[in-house]
């Protein structure tokens, strides 16, 4: 580890070759719904070394998080018409963090954006245990049948602790606020989160590189007292404590490395 870099006082297009990797935990506080295209399937792998494992593939962890970001930004004004999908401004700090297609958007840019947040699939702690089942009965008030309403659902079972690593390329103090900020803000995960899937998220540490370095895959192998000693305490960083602040200046920074005609602000 490379204890001399730094994180970058400002926002530049070309990559610098710095990364900050984000070390994490889940640990799920209910039952979640973790699945593909499916509604049946639980989301598992069987990997060769590491045994049965639950995942939750990245581009859903990542959506939970970009989501975050963006609702955050409205509450301060900021862009608040950017969407997901195809209405992204692409000019907010959400769209500089998560990247975008300008042809695509609502913008209609000639440019897109590259995200600088880099991830991978999340791997639970320990072999696979059993996938808990639930069972609904739509009761009828008027004769107290249900009818054909029984169904049943599959989902990973509560205390599941998964590990993850966040990756923030060309990082500056303003972009890791935010990033950790919203890890922090993650309370649900999953399908049918308005029942389920509420979780805590424990930041274990960081390290901050000139290339990735560190994997789930690896992480998994180890418990969760041997993963933090892989990486630095997260108060080493000393982030800013001003978060609005942070999504302010992001969003001033940027109108001055897109190009001007583009990047115009409301």
Same mark, same amino acid.
């Given at each position: ?30 039952? %979640?719904?973790?699945?593909? #295209?499916?509604?049946?399937? =639980? @989301? ?5 070394? +590491? !045994? &049965? ?53 609502? %913008?209609?840019?000639?440019? #897109?954006?590259?995200?600088? =947040? @880099? ?5 639970? +702690? !320990? &072999? ?139």
């Amino acid at each position: 580890m490379n204890e001399a870099l730094e994180m970058f006082k400002d926002l530049q297009v070309l990559a610098r070759g710095v990364y900050l990797q984000i070390v994490f935990a889940v640990k799920l506080l209910d039952d %979640a719904i973790i699945r593909s #295209n499916e509604p049946e399937e =639980v @989301l598992t792998f069987r990997y060769e070394k +590491l !045994g &049965n494992r639950f995942i939750i593939p990245w581009r859903k962890f990542k959506g939970k998080l970009r989501r975050l970001v963006m609702e955050k930004q409205r509450f301060l004004g900021i862009s608040t018409d950017c969407a997901l999908k195809d209405n992204l401004c692409m000019r907010c700090p959400c769209c500089l963090l998560f990247g975008g297609t300008g042809e695509t958007s609502s %913008a209609k840019t000639s440019y #897109n954006l590259l995200s600088r =947040v @880099l991830g991978e699939t999340l791997i639970s +702690l !320990g &072999n696979m245990n059993d996938v808990s089942t639930y069972t609904a009965n739509a009761v009828s008030e008027e004769d107290l049948t249900t009818g054909q309403a029984l169904m049943s659902i599959l989902k990973v079972p509560v205390e599941t602790e998964f590990v993850g690593v966040l990756t923030l390329r060309d990082p500056t103090p303003e972009l890791a606020a935010i990033v950790c900020d919203n890890l922090n803000r993650l309370t649900r995960l999953g399908a049918s989160t308005r029942e389920w899937g509420k979780c805590e998220i424990d930041i274990l540490g960081y390290q901050l590189i000139d290339r990735e370095n560190l994997s789930t895959y690896a992480l998994a192998q180890l418990p969760l007292d041997k993963i933090k000693k892989e990486v630095n305490p997260l108060s080493d960083l000393k982030l800013l404590d001003n978060v609005d602040r942070c999504y302010r200046e992001v969003n001033e920074q940027i109108m001055r490395i897109l190009p001007a005609q583009k990047a115009k602000s409301k």
